[in-house]
């Protein structure tokens, strides 16, 4: 699966205006229910199950990067939204260190196979250091959407 499949690019964030963890995924779901990719009225819901999801256990897996991800009947398709930090939000990640790029997965509960492949690809790609780094050197939603679409034509970045 590649990110093409899965990632809104119009609810890309380039700039969170958020400042912890909660409002950085209240903003991007807000974001991809303004691109009309969650039924009507359930964006609360959808935080809310998020935000739940997140205080079992941290999804920010280091290195700077966090992937807040949860399976909701309010999801018609499985979706993501990417959103940057430039001065970094606390995710509790495992290493302690500041949050800079969120990847926020939302799926329906009926696709755990198409769940686990957009997982895959996210983790194969965050776990490359050139992949980080140019992520987080993203200005603009144009330069997350050509990085993301080079990362599906050329999976070894790093």
């Not at 769940?115 to 790609?125: D, K």
Request: proline share 4%; aromatic share 6%; net charge negative.
């Amino acid at each position: 699966m590649k990110f093409a499949d899965f990632v809104c690019f119009e609810a890309v964030i380039p700039e969170l205006q958020a400042t912890d963890r909660d409002g950085a995924i209240a903003e991007l779901v807000s974001s991809l229910d303004e691109a009309g990719r969650l039924k009507r009225g359930k964006r609360k819901d959808i935080i809310k199950a998020v935000v739940q999801r997140e205080n079992e256990a941290s999804t920010g897996m280091g290195k700077g990067v966090a992937v807040p991800h949860v399976k909701h009947s309010a999801v018609k398709d499985i979706v993501a939204a990417v959103g940057l930090s430039g001065s970094g939000i606390d995710f509790s990640a495992l290493d302690k260190q500041p949050v800079y790029s969120v990847i926020l997965l939302l799926s329906p509960i009926d696709s755990p196979d198409r769940h686990l492949q957009a997982m895959e690809n996210i983790f194969r790609q965050l776990q490359q250091e050139k992949f980080r780094k140019f992520l987080r050197q993203c200005h603009t939603s144009e330069q997350i959407e050509d990085l993301l679409r080079e990362a599906d034509e050329n999976p070894s970045l790093g």
